[in-house]
């Protein structure tokens, strides 16, 4: 037998295995992550995650008792300052500021993305929605709102904005940039985040003689189709031990399982968003904000009352991974890749 062929290939190979560099060695199992905040003493904060060995200001202005919100939209994250009219544009990798965004006299309390050019924020003083031109970073429009909005978040062309003082949600088209419609809710609705998985708008009403005066009412949710603007009956939120009249929420969120989850101060709730049928609880914590680490899936609530930290739950609500210990009581948080 002719054993010239096989010795040529072995030759081949250990030549070919000699002359390859070393391959950096990938492990799969790292479950490292950074947590990106905004605290109550103005600053926005990192720490390396789950090991907390490293927690670094990025940046401060600690001219207010801040309530600042961050928003990551593609490879930038946006602070909306809470007392000046700014929003402050870091690069999500390297943290750095690159760019700040003038509102003008007023500053902005949400912010939604209708697309890549296209940013579209609250400005609640000024019963105002303006419209930011992401390619020069400008204000190049004004929306006037009936009333003083919110919370707004976007669903393919169609934005939902809640007004809280007139029980009501108005609807913007990104394509005309007017309001196309209003739409009546339950009393005082606060909260809103879109559902692109079933085309509807998650909206959470407070319920009145919280955050406004009046008799006090029930908190509730519904959901309202994006396309056709139909609204569903007020879904109450209730907690073990506090009813939907007593209840205040303190955020919500939509994951892309098909949930939704509002925290309050009585715990954290889970509905489906194509059953939208039952409230149930996941957590008894007092929560004051909430967020969602989309890229692993996972819910960021800031504990409240006498418990400290920020809680890290599963998808699903039922268990929490980690506690993240805080310095200063987290306004909001974004999860990113360390």
């Not at 010239?4 to 199992?29: H, K, N």
């Not at 954290?268 to 914590?285: A, C, E, F, H, K």
Request: glycine share 6%; aromatic share 6%; hydrophobic share 45%.
């Amino acid at each position: 037998m002719n054993t010239r062929p096989l010795a040529l290939i072995i030759l081949v190979a250990a030549t070919l295995v000699a002359c390859t560099p070393e391959e950096p060695f990938i492990d799969s199992f790292d479950d490292g992550w950074r947590l990106l905040m905004t605290n109550a003493q103005g600053s926005l904060v990192v720490t390396d995650v789950p090991d907390q060995s490293a927690t670094a200001t990025v940046w401060s202005d600690a001219a207010d008792s801040a309530l600042h919100q961050l928003k990551r939209f593609r490879e930038r994250v946006y602070l909306l300052h809470s007392q000046r009219p700014w929003i402050v544009i870091f690069d999500a990798d390297t943290l750095r500021a690159v760019d700040t965004i003038d509102l003008g006299t007023a500053s902005a309390s949400s912010i939604a993305f209708a697309n890549a050019t296209t940013a579209f924020a609250t400005i609640p003083s000024e019963r105002a929605v303006k419209v930011i031109d992401l390619t020069v970073g400008s204000v190049a429009r004004t929306i006037s709102m009936p009333s003083r909005p919110m919370n707004i978040d976007a669903n393919g062309n169609q934005l939902c904005v809640t007004l809280p003082d007139t029980n009501s949600v108005a609807i913007i088209d990104s394509r005309t940039m007017d309001v196309e419609a209003i739409v009546a809710t339950s009393a005082v609705p606060w909260f809103v985040t879109a559902d692109p998985a079933n085309a509807v708008f998650c909206i959470v009403s407070m319920g009145a003689g919280k955050v406004t005066s009046g008799p006090p009412s029930a908190a509730a949710i519904q959901f309202l189709t994006a396309t056709t603007r139909a609204i569903s009956a007020p879904l109450e939120l209730t907690t073990r031990g506090t009813t939907a009249v007593q209840l205040r929420p303190t955020g919500l969120i939509v994951t892309s399982t098909q949930l939704a989850f509002v925290s309050s101060t009585g715990g954290l709730m889970r509905i489906g968003t194509r059953s939208r049928n039952r409230v149930t609880t996941m957590q008894p914590d007092n929560i004051t904000s909430l967020a969602y680490n989309e890229a692993r899936a996972e819910i960021l609530a800031q504990l409240g009352g006498s418990r400290t930290g920020l809680a890290v739950y599963n998808v699903n609500g039922d268990a929490r991974t980690a506690t993240v210990s805080v310095t200063s009581p987290a306004t909001s948080a974004l999860g990113i890749a360390r």
